[in-house]
């Protein structure tokens, strides 16, 4: 059919996409000579132009309801679209080589509406068996268990003099040095030895010497005697500042 409409016309002539363009031989309706024209599909629908250069096309062909198959005709590399129906019109066509004549005939074939409609009846069956599966039941992803973390060190590493914990996987502690070092603040409190022992101190030349515990440690009788040496010097500073202030007194 011949449509001379302004808005097929500028669908047909302008800038968007189509799905396949070139040169095919039509047969005529009544003369069954083979014309040249130039064809662009655009959508599901065929248009057809006298010149490559055009501005109106001649007439466009619906693709609904109808079959493109191959057909017997005096002309290389034909095919036919036929509609259903007694009536109906059978276009048939032809290409120029073997490549071109199957692009068309699956160009073609994939225009109609109906075409997609099974298309998306078939993704949404696919999808519906990858949620659901294919006996109807909901498919449950299997669970995944825990990782477990490998297990603290019984010494806790230090960096620095300060506790570090390595609780990232593939991540060993780094070794501790031969060689003794001076504790730190936060040495101390993982250290169990007993901090060292202060140094001893050396009594003056008017001192006694102080008696020591076999520990090293000051014994006791040595604290006792101090503490009865420094009250004898209270108790005479005391009984001086009491004779000064009763002397004081009228």
Same mark, same amino acid.
């Given at each position: ?51 490559r250069e055009s501005r109106e096309p001649v007439g466009v062909i619906v693709l609904e309801g109808c079959t493109v198959e191959l057909c017997d005709s005096g002309e290389e590399f034909a095919f ?21 004549? /199957? ?8 225009? %109609? ?8 009846? =078939? ?19 299997? =669970? ?14 230090? /960096? ?16 501790? $040095? ?5 504790? %730190? ?20 030349s008017g001192e006694p010497a102080a008696a020591e515990s076999p520990g090293g440690a000051p014994g006791a009788s040595a604290f006792s005697r101090l503490h009865e040496r420094y009250g004898r010097?209270? $108790?005479?500073?005391?009984? /001086?500042?009491? /004779? ?7």
């Open positions: 059919m011949k449509l001379n409409e302004r808005s097929l016309a500028f669908y047909a002539t302008c800038d968007s996409p189509a799905d396949n363009a070139g040169f095919l031989y039509k047969r005529g309706e009544r003369h069954t000579a083979y014309h040249r024209r130039w064809f662009v599909l655009k959508g599901n629908m065929l248009f057809y132009f006298e010149e036919a679209i036929r509609f259903g129906g007694a009536k109906s019109r059978t276009y048939v066509l032809a290409a120029e080589s073997q490549a071109a004549m /199957e692009a068309w005939v699956k160009s073609l074939s994939r225009a %109609s509406f109906d075409y997609m409609r099974l298309v998306v009846r =078939e993704l949404e069956k696919q999808l519906a068996e990858m949620q659901w599966g294919p006996a109807g039941g909901r498919k449950t992803t299997p =669970e995944r268990s825990p990782e477990r973390r490998p297990p603290l060190p019984g010494a806790v590493p230090k /960096e620095n003099g300060c506790a570090v914990w390595h609780n990232a996987r593939g991540t060993d502690p780094p070794p501790r $040095a031969a060689a003794p070092r001076r504790a %730190s603040g936060c040495d101390a409190e993982a250290d169990p030895r007993p901090p060292p022992v202060p140094p001893r101190r050396r009594a003056s010097e209270v $108790a005479r500073l005391r009984h /001086e500042w009491l /004779e000064r202030r009763q002397g004081q007194r009228p």
